[in-house]
């Protein structure tokens, strides 16, 4: 035998002897996270499982996870941070209380949600301290070469918040959405009511390309821009402007891509940013060919109609993206079990299984009286309550529906594929870009819900209480 051969033997021996003294490969783990509608668990960590043999779950049902079955790559999850809420935080809060709540909310680390995605307005909303516009010349008068505009306002309260989360999170998206026009550009000469006067197309394109590009110089940039918050809305007592679908698909198509083309400007656009219950709004901006090849997606709110819509028109337009941008809880369902299961339902996992690569909730943060507020809601409810007295802070049901999704599915994750229902469960599941698999399950039984969970060959033991959700990872 060649020294060569002698020598390979040899080593081909040793990796025989190392193998054996090797320990086996761990066997792969189960850790779920679960919160229940009583609140006697509440994102409350389970102890883990080792996967299981077929005739362990035999006769249970089976919830079947499938990677190969691709869909949208999330944004992630989260809340706007309205000028209320910024207000609270900067003002209402020491400074560590306020670093310790930021972290909490937007950081990865223990305990922290890891929201990713947010959503500023520009200008006043019904959850301002004030009505303002960015661009208000003395009088009232025209301003159209906007020697006027100033980010002054945001540039107090909001975009200090925002800095501070994204220097935690710098996978943080911002989206942008105006409630108004400047009061020049409109019919009405007021922020409450009326539309966009015909003549105010151009400068209002050359309004929004000033925006974007001023707050990125204020270290806030803006990744998505839908151009009118609640367009078949005038409100009463608040900033709102109506603006027909026609005409913002013109508005697009005339005046804001050129004007984006022209300064470089790569924010991605949406339209409609309103209810479930009329897709044939955003269908007919589609619908016209020039204002498609400016406008990236739809974004929703939750107020009215039912979240298939948002998957009628992704059917319709599967170039286009879709985002769920707005929902409040408020005292109009206060009990935490029905507005939990609501938002478990709908939100974390009907949204998502209907195309949304964002979800946002509505305030980020409100006060113990809703607020503040200048006219509009008066019983709306945020993710957290922060005390304006003390700073102490309470985490509402929407933190911990949130948290089942935004603490594990990761920016970048991909939805891949699960059963919409198996008896009481609703199911919907990611895999992060390290390979790691999320499945997100509501169980809205009155009983206690045992099941399997399978991938491939690999099966997992899983159970939830009645009216709970649990995010389950290996």
């Keep these: ?50 996967a299981v043999s077929a005739n362990e779950v035999a006769g249970l049902p089976v919830v079947v996870v499938d990677p190969k079955e691709r869909h949208q790559v999330m944004v992630g ?49 019904d959850f301002s301290l004030d009505h303002y516009s960015l661009d208000e010349a003395p009088g009232g008068a025209a301003d159209p070469k906007l020697e006027h505009f100033s980010l002054a306002q945001p540039q107090q309260y909001v975009f200090p918040t925002i800095r501070a989360a994204r220097a935690i999170n710098p996978d943080l998206k911002i989206m942008a959405s105006p409630w108004s026009a400047p009061a020049w550009m409109k019919t009405s000469h007021s922020l409450v009511k009326g539309q966009l006067k015909p003549e105010a197309y151009p400068v209002y394109a050359d309004f929004f390309a000033r925006y974007v590009e001023a707050a990125a110089q204020a270290g806030v940039p803006t990744d998505y821009l839908s151009i009118q918050n609640e367009p078949d809305f005038e409100p009463e007592n608040y900033p709102g402007m109506r603006w027909p679908a026609a005409d913002r698909a013109r508005f697009f198509a005339e005046h804001l891509g050129p004007v984006f083309r022209r300064e470089g400007i790569k924010t991605r656009l949406l339209d409609w940013d309103h209810n479930w219950d009329q897709p044939q709004q955003p269908l007919a901006v589609l619908a016209d060919p020039r204002a498609a090849a400016v406008v990236a997606g739809v974004a929703w709110h939750c107020y009215a109609g039912e979240v298939s819509a948002q998957a009628e028109v992704a059917a319709a337009h599967p170039d286009k993206e879709v985002f769920f941008t707005e929902c409040s809880g408020g005292q109009w369902s206060p009990d935490f079990d029905e507005s939990f299961g609501w938002m478990m339902s709908r939100l974390i996992i009907g949204s998502t299984r209907a195309g949304a690569r964002g979800v946002l909730m509505w305030n980020l943060a409100l006060d113990e009286a809703h607020g503040p507020h200048t006219g509009g809601c008066g019983d709306c409810r945020g993710v957290v309550t922060i005390d304006s007295r003390t700073g102490a802070v309470t985490r509402n049901q929407e933190y911990y529906a949130f948290g089942l999704a935004s603490r594990f599915v990761k920016p970048g994750a991909v939805r891949i594929g699960s059963p919409a229902k198996v008896g009481t469960l609703e199911t919907v599941a990611f895999i992060n870009r390290d390979g790691g698999r999320v499945l997100i399950v509501f169980n809205g039984g009155a009983s206690p819900a045992v099941f399997a969970l399978a991938e491939g060959k690999r099966l997992f033991k899983a159970s939830l209480p009645p009216r709970a959700a649990g995010t389950f990872i290996w």
């Design 77 to 125: 999850f989260g809340a706007a941070i309205t000028d209320a809420s910024a207000w609270l935080i900067q003002t209402k809060l020491s400074p560590s209380q306020r670093d310790a709540l930021l972290r909490e909310l937007y950081g990865r680390g223990e305990g922290g949600l890891g929201f990713s995605f947010a959503r500023l307005t520009i200008g006043a909303s």
């Design 1 to 50: 035998m060649m020294p060569s051969a002698k020598n390979a033997m040899a080593v081909a021996a040793l990796a025989v002897t190392l193998a054996a003294s090797l320990p086996a490969a761990a066997a792969p783990k189960l850790r779920s996270w679960i919160t229940t509608g009583d609140k006697s668990q509440l994102l409350s960590a389970q102890a883990s499982v080792s």
